[in-house]
């Protein structure tokens, strides 16, 4: 089913927690709502809940406005960041509690939870108690309890950072396959953009209680909507270069102090009609910058920091006092203090306007 | 050294048993020796047991009666109070409430003065309300006592208690009501008796307001007890015949739930 928010705001006493939001989710995408901590994800998604009103706007699941719905007359199932079983319950009648509560006849509660006990692999504890389930068999059974209700929306709050990082790779896995097996709307809030972007169809970035920016996962790498979303979003994040359009003897550069760039008269152009002054800010993902030969090198710079992460190594590089941080494959030997050519891949730059913060290309 | 120190907590333990069971033990073994040996010195230890003060308190006194009173006044106030101040203390747990805690603050300073202080605006009030001497009249007194201890204890089990596994609830499909019955109460079950307990052996043990809001038909067995300091000669077989049974109560309960107590009193100090 659909979901909509329509001029969602949420205050809790003077505080804006969630300021105008409008959202449309698809019938059966997974939407992950993406932000720091305090961005009002979280409330956003209480809000879809019924566990918080919202001060002014309307939701709508289908086509229901469900402002004023009790959370058991919405049929959403949610999963919470730390699992939420009930401790004094065994696995079985943890899972069985949505049924019960829909007053379903035992025969097909039993089944109902057999069945769901297979799809997510918690089949041999059922008669234990949460408390001697690991963290991941106890998600899992917390993911077991959503399902069986057969719910409109699934509703997920960080369900996965509670639980270590090889886990944490098992389980969206899990989560991805049973998305793409069960085809129901999912809204999966997160801080963690890796598994924003792994997961989600498409991604609703939020910053202090308003929307920077929705959608694909590729769509918010590549063209970040603004400043905020460029830096919150890659690992390591986006250089940014403060700097001003010029133009020297005909040539169109863009001028950041440690270096000037020379970019076409058709970018600048556009950049000029659009951008409101002529300070911009120039975005370059690590992965676009590459260490070349001085030949075909643009800017002299530094090497600083080297971090290896195994399959890539991160290389932080100085020129003047900006730091940089580029991506390198291990089959480059780089040594401290050696000076290195930098080559941009001047497609895939992103400037902004400094004053707006607006992307501009 | 290791050996010192479990000595020392042995002793420490021993010491503190002998001095708290003393005064009851003493009491119990008191109320069945005959009369004339109860005062010997040294005590005697060997003696012909007697339930002479039992048949005087149970049989031929009123003091059956008041006991009755006590378990119908402490009852209905252990439910009470526990009733209101659990859902006191929930509410104060759980929802967003404007000036929560000096509300609460409040509701804390009914315990700040010495009970005696109370004790004439209430004997004056209940004059007036035409409470004095009423089963009411005691179970309301006994419940403002209580309350501010019961909404206290209660706050800090209910606050234990994640807010997400209700909401989960609510989620799953129950109301605000069963969340609240079928996930919260079983999980503050221990909580919950433990300060029943509390209430119980306070209020049972309470003298001075039964003593000047009572006079015969709510009277509590407490006032009962200096009844039997006669105009003659005390009867200390009858004293303490009705002392040991009036300490049987409590103590029962405590036996049947002291299970829950420790896990009361121990609730929320194991790391989750």
Redesign the interface.
């Known amino acids: 089913m659909k979901v909509e928010f329509e001029n969602v705001t949420k205050k ?1 006493d003077n505080a804006v927690v969630v300021d105008n939001l409008n959202l449309k989710i698809k019938s059966g995408e997974l939407m992950v709502l993406l932000g720091p901590s305090g961005c009002g994800k979280t409330t956003t998604l209480r809000m879809l ?3 918080e009103t919202p001060t002014a706007g309307n939701i709508f699941i289908g086509d229901n406005k469900v402002n004023d719905l ?3 007359d919405r049929n ?3 999963v ?3 699992y ?1 079983l ?3 319950m065994s696995i079985y009648d943890n899972l069985a ?2 049924l019960i ?2 007053k379903k006849p035992e025969e097909e509660i039993r089944k109902r939870v057999r069945e769901v006990a297979g799809i997510c692999r918690v089949e041999n504890f059922l008669h234990r108690k949460p408390k001697q389930l690991s963290g991941g068999e106890q998600q899992r059974v917390a993911l077991g ?1 959503a399902i069986i ?1 057969n719910p409109n929306v699934f ?1 997920m709050d960080e369900p996965l950072s509670n639980i270590d990082a090889k886990l944490r790779m098992e389980m969206r896995a899990d989560l991805a396959r049973l998305h793409q097996k069960l085809k129901s709307t999912t809204v999966y809030v997160t801080h963690d953009q890796v598994e924003a972007m792994t997961l989600g169809k498409r991604i609703a970035v939020m910053k202090s209680g308003g929307l920077q920016q929705v959608g694909t996962p590729k769509e918010i790498f590549n063209r970040p909507a603004n400043l905020f979303v460029a830096g919150f979003v890659g690992a390591p994040p986006m250089n940014m270069f403060e700097g001003s359009l010029t133009e020297k003897n005909d040539k169109m550069m863009i001028d950041v102090g440690e270096f000037s760039y020379r970019i076409s008269e058709e970018l600048y152009n556009l950049v000029k009609k659009q951008c409101t002054t002529s300070e911009v800010i120039l975005g370059i993902r690590p992965e676009n910058i590459s260490i070349v030969n001085k030949k075909s090198g643009t800017v002299l710079a530094r090497v600083d920091v080297l971090q290896s992460i195994g399959s890539d190594i991160y290389v932080y590089l100085r020129m003047g006092k900006k730091s940089i941080i580029t991506r390198v494959d291990t089959s480059k030997i780089f040594t401290i203090g050696e000076k290195v050519w930098l080559k941009f891949n001047e497609k895939r730059f992103c400037i902004f306007d400094k004053r707006t913060e607006k992307i501009i290309v | 050294m290791k050996h010192m120190s479990k000595i020392c907590t042995y002793g420490i333990l021993v010491i503190f048993s002998i001095t708290s069971l003393f005064p009851p033990v003493w009491i119990a073994l008191t109320s069945i020796k005959p009369p004339v040996e109860m005062f010997a010195m040294p005590p005697c230890w060997v003696f012909t047991p007697t339930l002479q003060g039992y048949e005087q308190v149970l049989l031929n006194s009123e003091f059956p009666r008041f006991l009755l009173n006590s378990v119908i006044i402490v009852t209905s106030t252990v439910l009470l109070t526990l009733l209101i101040g659990s859902l006191a203390g929930y509410a104060l747990a759980r929802f967003r409430i404007k000036y929560k805690e000096n509300l609460f603050f409040f509701v804390l300073t009914s315990r700040m003065g010495p009970a005696v202080v109370f004790g004439i605006p209430f004997f004056l009030l209940w004059l007036g309300l035409g409470l004095i001497d009423s089963y009411v009249g005691m179970i309301l007194v006994y419940i403002f006592f209580n309350l501010a201890f019961c909404i206290w204890m209660m706050r800090g089990f209910f606050e234990e208690v994640p807010a997400e596994l209700e909401e989960a609830a609510l989620v799953d499909g129950f109301s605000r009501f069963e969340a609240f019955r079928k996930i919260t109460l079983p999980l503050v079950a221990s909580g919950l008796i433990a300060t029943a307990t509390f209430i119980f052996i306070l209020t049972w043990n309470e003298f001075f307001y039964s003593m000047i809001l009572t006079n015969y038909a709510a009277k509590t067995f407490t006032v009962q007890l200096p009844a039997f300091f006669g105009a003659q000669r005390i009867l200390w077989e009858n004293v303490t015949a009705a002392s040991t049974i009036g300490m049987l109560p409590p103590l029962l309960f405590a036996i049947l739930i002291r299970k829950y107590i420790v896990r009361g009193l121990t609730f929320g100090m194991v790391k989750k």
């Open positions: 809790f809940a019924g566990l009790e959370p058991k959403v199932a949610m919470f960041q730390h939420a009930y401790p004094h509690f949505p509560a829909q309890r209700k509703l």
